[in-house]
């Protein structure tokens, strides 16, 4: 099974940083991409940062400029580096991995995994 964890939420005030973390471990054949989803109470879940393995990354325009996601890929590791914070940031972070896994007879096969996720709270 694979399992992904974030890490590094909390309460800043507005204007403050914050950096998030993400780990996944499993039986990892490899990584295609990872990245960040937020959900604030009543919304809708939405795209903040991805990053592939091969570096392309993509941003929603709500944080272009201002978070920028990075990765670690030797230990399956993506960070969300979140500055300038505004209180509309105020979410639940959900990291998300789309992997390749091994299976029982020793092949692979594609998955989605997501975290349980992290609160962020920015306070104005």
């Known amino acids: 099974q694979v399992h992904v964890v974030e890490s590094g939420g909390g309460l800043v005030q507005a204007g403050g940083s914050l950096r998030l973390s993400c780990a996944a471990s499993g039986n990892i054949a490899s990584i295609d991409a990872m990245g960040w989803f937020r959900q604030a109470p009543g919304k809708q879940r939405e795209l903040v940062a991805t990053?592939?393995?091969?570096?392309?990354?993509n941003y929603a325009d709500s944080v272009k400029g201002r978070f920028t996601i990075s990765r670690d890929n030797a230990k399956n590791m993506v960070y969300l580096q979140m500055n300038s914070l505004k209180p509309e940031d105020t979410a639940v972070y959900y990291c998300?991995?789309?992997?390749?896994?091994?299976?029982?007879?020793?092949?692979?096969?594609?998955?989605?995994?997501w975290g349980r996720g992290t609160q962020v709270t920015v306070s104005s």
């Open positions: 998300n991995l789309d992997a390749e896994v091994w299976d029982y007879s020793g092949s692979y096969y594609l998955t989605t995994e």
């Open positions: 990053t592939t393995s091969g570096g392309s990354t």
